[in-house]
T-cell receptor, first 113, second 114 residues
Framework: SQTIHQWPATLVQPVGSPLSLECTVE??????LYWYRQAAGRGLQLLFY??????ISSEVPQNLSASRPQDRQFILSSKKLLLSDSGFYLC????????????FGSGTRLTVV | DQQVKQNSPSLSVQEGRISILNCDYT??????FLWYKKYPAEGPTFLIS?????DKNEDGRFTVFLNKSAKHLSLHIVPSQPGDSAVYFC?????????????FGKGTKLSVIP
């Protein structure tokens, strides 16, 4: 069966520091991968998605970037964190289009101080 | 422009009663709809879905209704249980989107009171 791993679970980083969040998927090949952020009172905001190695689409212009160095690995990065980057970050993959939609990772709670 | 709207940020229901969570959408290209349930500090988990060719889908205590003409869907939970207390996200997709993107509402926090 397919599983998705995301780490770390929590992270406290100072303003201006770099960020790297990693997501890996097992049990599938060439998945569509997504990074979402849930900010306080803001719902789920799509940040990036990738349909293959090296292919990244950005939905929201911001301080973050994403990379997909391997088929089942998706990385979210920042060179210098801002206070507004705080939130709950979720990785997801889209396998079969029905009936399951996305499978989400367990999330990373990022607090920028 | 918010294409999927959940206008009630919160809902409180007594245990054993029915919970009704509502969702409206504006994009007529959406043809597949899902509900996700999210507990604090966890990723959302899939709950139930419905294709636009149907107007109702049931799974145990959960039923989703779709009214295409009104661009409205609702999730019914009967009977509600304390373990149903969570944030519920409505999501929609278009089969023509290519990248299989889901557009989410802002969520409704359901509290089931024992």
């Amino acid at each position: 069966s397919q599983t998705i791993h995301q780490w770390p679970a929590t992270l406290v980083q100072p303003v201006g520091s770099p960020l790297s969040l990693e997501c890996t998927v097992e049990g599938t090949s060439n998945p569509n991968l997504y990074w979402y952020r849930q900010a306080a009172g803001r719902g789920l905001q799509l940040l990036f998605y990738s349909v293959g190695i090296g292919q990244i689409s950005s939905e929201v212009p911001q301080n973050l970037s994403a990379s997909r160095p391997q088929d089942r690995q998706f990385i979210l990065s920042s060179k210098k964190l801002l206070l507004s980057d705080s939130g709950f970050y979720l990785c997801a993959w889209y396998g079969d289009p029905e009936p399951y939609g996305y499978t989400f990772g367990s999330g990373t709670r990022l607090t920028v101080v | 422009d918010q294409q999927v709207k959940q206008n009630s940020p919160s809902l409180s229901v007594q245990e054993g009663r029915i919970s009704i969570l509502n969702c409206d959408y504006t994009n007529s290209m959406f043809d597949y709809f899902l509900w996700y349930k999210k507990y604090p500090a966890e990723g959302p988990t899939f709950l139930i879905s419905i294709s636009s060719i149907k107007d109702k889908n049931e799974d145990g205590r959960f039923t989703v209704f779709l009214n295409k003409s009104a661009k409205h869907l609702s999730l019914h939970i009967v009977p509600s249980q304390p373990g149903d207390s969570a944030v519920y996200f409505c999501a929609a997709s278009s089969s023509g989107a290519g990248s299989y993107q889901l557009t989410f509402g802002k969520g409704t926090k359901l509290s089931v009171i024992p």
